[in-house]
Nanobody, 127 residues
């Protein structure tokens, strides 16, 4: 079992930046590929970004490509999402997730591929 806790959300104006963190406990993060998803009320959870165990591979949703950067520090058991040039449409609850893989380069972009989830952190971007 791995427990995930997100932090770093908040209320910002359009064009601002935020850094979300996802701290893991219970198991070493290095055994898991990781991802960020977001969700607004009444909508399905949406893929944002994913990173492989060894950080060699990343993938982003088209809507955030060029603005968001995912990274991880396995020694600190923490994953990050750097969000730049935030837009009102980025407003959502952001969730981090982990999925176990035997292969260090695997990534995933479907919620069904992730077994562990955090409780979410709210990001609100005002226009």
């Amino acid at each position: 079992q791995v427990q995930l806790v997100e932090s770093g959300g908040g209320l910002v104006q359009a064009g601002a930046s935020l850094r979300l963190s996802c701290a893991a406990s219970g198991r070493t993060l290095g055994s898991y590929y990781m991802g960020w998803f977001r969700q607004t009320p009444g909508k399905e959870r949406e893929f944002v970004a994913t990173i492989s165990r060894n950080s060699a591979n990343t993938r982003y949703a088209d809507s955030v490509k060029g603005r968001f950067t995912i990274s991880r520090d396995n020694d600190k058991n923490t994953m990050y999402l750097y969000m730049n040039n935030l837009k009102p449409e980025d407003t959502a609850a952001y969730y981090c997730a982990a999925g176990f893989s035997m292969f260090s380069g695997n990534v995933a972009d479907s919620p069904s591929n992730f077994a562990y989830w955090g409780q979410g952190t709210q990001v609100t971007v005002s226009s």
